[in-house]
């Protein structure tokens, strides 16, 4: 190779020039670093630009949300008759309802009723066995035989000395009146221990303590009972009423002879009805007030049936009232939406929480004043227009 020739040699970092046999090393400028400045430039550019214009976007439509009126649905707020309703689920029960339990344990040997079978009073609905009871009886009465016997011997022996006079020391006979009085005395406790057991033994015969249906058999023949033992129910079914628990929430506002409208499950009609007891006491498990409410009419229902039952608490000629949808609820009270300039004003009101669709305003609403029925996503000053419901 020519001494004035050079042959560039390229590598990773530098370029090699060589003059004959000398290298000399020369380090490598970077190639189009004008253009990558360029396009660096360029992409912050558009990246702004994009940016900006997100910004004006989001803007405008949110003022383009901000100054659109939302349709809302009103209702002019006037006099009405209103009536107060609670709503409760109860049970039918009789009136009289007794479960009847064994006095004495031992087994049942006979069982004159079935599910279904009607009783009369004092009637017999089964036996225990009573054989010991028996035993007890007959020594009873073994006592009192041989007290009798005494008595007998005693007041025979008085009676001889009597008429004996003057020939019986007075010591003699006051020890033979004692005796006589002691075997009375003897008589007197048999005769109780007899009296003791045979009412004992009657407890092993099982009788109605009322008159009415079996509603529940809970044992069987040759069973072993004892006082724990439910061994029926027995109802009088000639007077059925419904049996309920209100919310101590409302306690207050129920009381007897309140009117009342009862439906039976399964039935499209109602029976009208009355409140007949109302508990003094609130179950303190469940919160719970024991409520009863009488048919005014006699009717025939299973026991036991599921009966929806509105109770009547109050009833009002006329009064305004408001949706519960219309209702804000908030920190500082109770108010609703009424309308001005076109757009939403909370006012305050004074409502009687109750739970039903529609409640009782007693202070803040005028007959006349236009109220927004659903308050969902308003707030004070929301423009609004008015559509027709």
Known sequence: MAASEYKPVMNDKTVVKTSGNALVPVVREPQNKHSAAV??????????????????????????????????????????????????????????????????????????VDEGDTA??????????ADSQNAVVRQAVAGLDAALVAKRQATEAYDRMVSLGSNVSRTALETSEHAVQSAAQDVARQTALVDQARIALENYTIRAPISGSVLVLNVDLGQIVDPSTNLLTLADLGELVVETDVDETYARQI?????????????????????????????????GLAVRIAFDEPLVAPVGM?????????????????????????????????????????RPVTVLDWPAARLIVTAGLSEGDVVVVDASGLEEGTPVSVVLP
């Open 306 to 346: 599921t009966v929806t039952t509105n109770i009547v608490v109050d009833q009002r000629e006329a009064a305004l009232t408001l949706p519960r949808t219309a209702l804000v609820i908030d920190e500082n009270g109770t108010g609703f939406f009424s309308i001005e300039d076109g757009k939403t004003h909370l």
């Open 120 to 129: 009369t009073k004092d009637q017999i609905l089964g036996q225990i066995n």
């Open 255 to 287: 009381s007897e002879d309140q009117p009342a409208v009862l439906q039976l499950a399964g039935e499209t009609g109602t029976h009208a009805g009355h409140v007949s007891f109302v508990s003094t006491r609130v179950d303190v498990d469940t919160g």
């Open 39 to 112: 396009k660096t430039k360029r992409l912050w550019l558009w990246g702004g630009v994009g940016l900006a214009s997100l910004v004006l976007a989001a803007l405008a439509y949110s003022v383009f949300w901000m100054d659109r009126a939302q349709p809302v649905v009103v209702e002019i707020a006037s006099l009405a008759p209103v009536t107060r309703v609670l709503a409760v689920n109860g049970r039918i029960a009789a009136t009289r309802s007794v479960d009847v339990r064994p006095v004495v344990s031992g087994t049942l040997e006979t069982l004159s």
